[in-house]
């Protein structure tokens, strides 16, 4: 299998479990946070949502300059907001991977601010750790947020609590 077609089979995977939480996410509380030095939820959300362009950007560039970069987030309004921006940037993602070769993923790839290097790696492990490990901390941290809100948590790789609690009382009302 081709380095290309293993990362697109990994973020549609992750994507679909993403998809799970972004529906419940409780938009009216967007200005919420669990403390102080938490980030609020809607820039939470915001941030899971666009972390696939980091994988365009990545595969498109040769470095990006957070000096330079004018990043503006998007709070979402409606989940459905949240799952057409993130199927566009999924979309968009899996099309610059799609698009890549293998001697791609070997290129170098420099984050800076200014002058200041921050990293410079090869794009096969920028993604990883740039762009999919940082989307699935996030989606994480986005899963402590909905549990503290009394949001049912869905499982992303297997049954949740919430999940187990509601077999089971399935299972009870077959049984009775």
Same mark, same amino acid.
Do not use: C
């Given at each position: 299998?081709? =380095?290309? &077609?293993?990362?697109? #089979?990994?973020?549609?995977?992750?994507?679909?479990?993403?998809?799970? =939480?972004?529906?419940?996410?409780?938009?009216?509380?967007?200005?919420?946070?669990?403390?102080?030095?938490?980030?609020?939820?809607?820039?939470?959300?915001?941030? $899971?949502?666009?972390?696939?362009?980091?994988?365009?950007? =990545?595969?498109?560039?040769?470095?990006?300059?957070?000096?330079?970069?004018? %990043?503006?987030?998007? $709070?979402?309004?409606?989940?459905?907001?949240?799952?057409?921006?993130?199927?566009?940037?999924?979309?968009?993602?899996?099309?610059?991977?799609?698009?890549?070769?293998?001697?791609?993923?070997?290129? #170098?790839?420099?984050?800076?601010?200014?002058?200041?290097? =921050?990293?410079?790696?090869?794009?096969?492990?920028?993604?990883?750790?740039?762009? #999919?490990?940082?989307? %699935?901390?996030?989606?994480? &941290?986005?899963?402590? %947020?909905?549990?503290?809100?009394?949001?049912?948590?869905?499982?992303?790789?297997?049954?949740?609590?919430?999940?187990? $609690?509601?077999?089971?009382?399935?299972?009870?009302?077959?049984?009775?």
């Amino acid at each position: 299998m081709s =380095i290309n &077609q293993s990362f697109i #089979m990994e973020l549609q995977h992750e994507a679909a479990s993403t998809h799970r =939480i972004l529906e419940r996410v409780p938009v009216d509380k967007n200005d919420w946070k669990p403390h102080a030095k938490s980030m609020k939820l809607g820039n939470l959300v915001s941030h $899971i949502v666009s972390l696939p362009t980091w994988m365009t950007m =990545i595969m498109t560039s040769d470095e990006l300059n957070l000096a330079t970069m004018d %990043y503006k987030p998007v $709070i979402a309004t409606s989940n459905s907001e949240l799952a057409e921006t993130f199927d566009k940037n999924v979309n968009e993602a899996v099309a610059a991977l799609q698009a890549a070769s293998e001697a791609d993923f070997g290129k #170098m790839w420099t984050l800076r601010k200014g002058d200041h290097v =921050i990293l410079t790696m090869p794009k096969a492990s920028v993604l990883r750790s740039m762009a #999919m490990s940082h989307l %699935y901390h996030h989606r994480g &941290q986005l899963t402590v %947020y909905l549990r503290l809100l009394d949001v049912p948590v869905p499982g992303l790789y297997g049954p949740s609590a919430d999940d187990m $609690i509601a077999m089971a009382a399935s299972s009870e009302a077959v049984a009775n």
